[in-house]
């Protein structure tokens, strides 16, 4: 072999070396990884790619010191496609699986939680405080707020603040009543208490049918952008459906958030919501020829904040 030729044939084993670092190192990245720890990764790659080996020189990974484990600042759901899952009525036994889960996949949800529940499972609720999800309120004994007196509404909303400030030390800013039930008094009293009412844009029924396959087909076909998606973490079958609904929601791009970062900014007090209205000057943006297929729409099924959920055993 020439000089020349054994140059050629060094530079062509230091290519295919450089491909197989690459190739390990993509082996590495899961399933659902957010798109921050994608880029690290390829930066990662990047990095060992740019370090050629000489000829002859081994090729090892330069072993990647273990990220610091920063606390991320909250996606802008201006610019990312955000969903916030919300699971209700816990804590129960059954919310301890489910933390699991979420923190395996750096999943941030929102509980809205029944007072009496956190009293019975006080290390639950400051479990979730601890993992980074927001801590809401659903009453105390899951009353129908829309048709109790102002007292009551009030005493419900009121016990159950205290519970969860006892539990996890947080004062919660949203609630979320009972079968969807509210009128004027429930907004009268929430507003006097600091709690904005966050109902839902998406019901997958998952208290009726308790079918994880069908959650999960209903929430990752029905979540659109700035939805607000209603699960109940008190139901294994709904449990089991979420890592899927996980996989399935940042295959589509989607980003988890809690409902106050879905919003951004502090909720008015007694006011409604629903959903994460897209900006308006979205709409007036030239649409251009390839339009975001993902642009929200209504969902294929009116799901009605007023839907009953089920009643208490
Ligand atoms: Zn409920």
Same mark, same amino acid.
């Given at each position: 072999?020439?000089?020349?030729?054994?140059?050629?044939?060094?530079?062509?084993?230091?290519?295919?070396?450089?491909?197989?670092?690459? #190739?390990?190192? $993509? @082996?590495?990245?899961?399933?659902?990884?957010?798109?921050?720890?994608?880029? &690290?990764? %390829?930066? *990662? !790659?990047?990095?060992?790619?740019?370090?050629?080996?000489?000829?002859?020189?081994?090729?090892?990974?330069?072993?990647?010191?273990?990220?610091?484990?920063?606390?991320?600042?909250?996606?802008?759901?201006?610019?990312v496609?955000?969903?916030?899952l919300?699971?209700?009525?816990?804590?129960?036994?059954?919310?301890?699986?489910?933390?699991?889960?979420?923190?395996?996949?750096?999943?941030?949800?929102?509980?809205?939680?029944?007072?009496?529940?956190?009293?019975?499972?006080?290390?639950?609720?400051?479990?979730?405080?601890?993992?980074?999800?927001?801590?809401?309120?659903?009453?105390?004994?899951?009353?129908?707020? #829309?048709?109790? $007196? @102002?007292?009551?509404?009030t005493?419900?909303?009121?016990?159950?603040?205290? &519970?969860? %400030?006892? *539990? !996890?030390?947080?004062?919660?800013?949203?609630?979320?009543?009972?079968?969807?039930?509210?009128?004027?008094?429930?907004?009268?009293?929430?507003?006097?208490?600091?709690?904005?009412?966050?109902?839902?844009?998406?019901?997958?029924?998952?208290?009726?049918f308790?079918?994880?396959?069908?959650?999960?087909?209903?929430?990752?076909?029905?979540?659109?952008?700035?939805?607000?998606?209603?699960m109940?973490?008190?139901?294994?079958?709904?449990?089991?459906?979420?890592?899927?609904?996980?996989?399935?929601?940042?295959?589509?791009?989607?980003?988890?958030?809690?409902?106050?970062?879905?919003?951004g900014?502090?909720?008015?007090?007694?006011?409604?919501?629903?959903?994460?209205?897209?900006?308006?000057?979205?709409?007036?943006?030239?649409?251009?020829?390839?339009?975001?297929?993902?642009?929200?729409?209504?969902?294929?099924?009116?799901?009605?904040?007023?839907?009953?959920?089920?009643?208490?055993?």
């Amino acid at each position: 072999m020439t000089g020349r030729g054994a140059r050629v044939a060094r530079r062509w084993a230091a290519m295919a070396a450089g491909a197989v670092v690459c #190739g390990w190192l $993509s @082996t590495l990245t899961p399933a659902t990884s957010t798109m921050a720890a994608r880029t &690290a990764e %390829r930066h *990662a !790659a990047n990095t060992v790619a740019a370090g050629k080996p000489g000829p002859g020189a081994e090729v090892k990974p330069t072993s990647t010191p273990e990220p610091e484990p920063t606390p991320k600042p909250p996606p802008d759901c201006r610019k990312v496609k955000c969903v916030a899952l919300t699971f209700d009525d816990g804590p129960m036994g059954s919310t301890a699986r489910l933390l699991d889960m979420l923190a395996a996949h750096q999943v941030k949800a929102t509980f809205f939680l029944v007072g009496r529940n956190v009293e019975q499972y006080p290390e639950l609720v400051r479990r979730e405080a601890a993992e980074g999800h927001e801590l809401a309120n659903h009453s105390y004994s899951h009353a129908d707020l #829309g048709r109790s $007196s @102002t007292a009551k509404v009030t005493s419900e909303l009121e016990r159950t603040q205290r &519970a969860i %400030r006892r *539990a !996890a030390g947080v004062t919660p800013v949203l609630m979320r009543p009972p079968y969807g039930s509210t009128d004027k008094q429930v907004a009268a009293v929430t507003r006097r208490l600091e709690l904005a009412q966050v109902l839902w844009t998406l019901d997958p029924l998952d208290w009726r049918f308790r079918d994880s396959g069908r959650v999960e087909r209903k929430v990752v076909g029905g979540t659109r952008q700035g939805h607000i998606v209603l699960m109940h973490d008190i139901h294994s079958t709904t449990v089991d459906a979420v890592p899927l609904i996980i996989k399935r929601l940042a295959e589509k791009g989607y980003v988890f958030v809690t409902v106050s970062e879905l919003y951004g900014k502090p909720l008015t007090p007694g006011k409604k919501y629903i959903e994460r209205e897209p900006e308006p000057l979205q709409k007036q943006e030239n649409p251009g020829p390839q339009q975001n297929q993902e642009k929200p729409e209504k969902p294929d099924k009116p799901d009605k904040p007023e839907e009953p959920e089920e009643p208490e055993e």
